[in-house]
C-alpha cells in the first residue's frame, strides 16, 4: 500500500528554509512508530534535511542528478515508475513522506493518509500542501497525541 504521512500547520505550511518549522516531539514518536519496517520515499531536498538515513526503514531517496554513497537501506530511485515496480515485491508499505513536489507526484498513487494537524500557523512558511490533496479522501479515525496534536487517518473513497 502506498500511503502519505505528512504534519501540517493551519495554512497548510509543511516547511521553512528546507526544514520542518517546528518540533513537536509525540508528532516524531509517531512517525517512527508507524514507518518503521516499511519503506520510506522522499524527495532529495526533504533528504537532504533528514541529513542521516532513518534506522529500520528501506530510505528511498527520489532524485535525476543526486548520488548517495550510503548504506543499504539507502536507496536513489529516479522516478515514481521505479518506486512503483519496487513496490511490488517489498513486503510493507511504503510511506510517501515528503516534500511537496513528492507529495504532488504521488497523489494519484496515495491510498490513504495520515495527517498530523500543527495547531499553528506559519507565516513565513515557503513549502505548502495543496488545499485540495484531501479531496478524494474520508476520514477513517482520529487519534490525540501528546502536545495538543491530532492525527486524522484518510481513506480513498
Do not use: C
Amino acid at each position: 500500500m502506498i500511503i502519505g504521512i505528512v504534519a501540517v500547520a493551519k495554512n497548510l505550511a509543511i516547511g521553512k528554509d528546507g526544514k520542518l518549522p517546528w518540533h513537536y516531539s509525540s508528532d516524531l514518536k509517531f512517525f517512527k512508530r508507524t514507518t518503521t519496517g516499511h519503506a520510506i520515499v522522499m524527495g532529495w531536498n526533504t533528504w537532504k534535511s533528514i541529513g542521516r538515513p532513518l534506522p529500520n526503514r528501506l530510505n528511498i531517496v527520489l532524485s535525476r542528478r543526486g548520488q548517495i554513497d550510503g548504506p543499504a537501506n539507502v536507496k536513489v530511485i529516479r522516478d515514481k515508475n521505479e518506486v512503483l515496480e519496487l513496490a511490488k515485491n517489498f513486503d510493507g508499505d511504503i510511506f510517501i513522506i515528503g516534500g511537496s513536489q513528492t507529495y504532488e507526484s504521488f497523489t494519484d498513487l496515495i491510498d490513504k493518509w495520515y495527517v498530523t494537524e500543527i495547531p499553528i500557523d506559519v507565516e513565513d512558511a515557503d513549502t505548502f500542501m495543496r488545499r485540495d490533496f484531501l479531496e478524494d479522501f474520508e476520514l477513517q479515525s482520529t487519534t490525540d497525541l501528546e502536545e495538543g496534536l491530532v492525527v486524522k487517518l484518510f481513506q480513498r473513497k
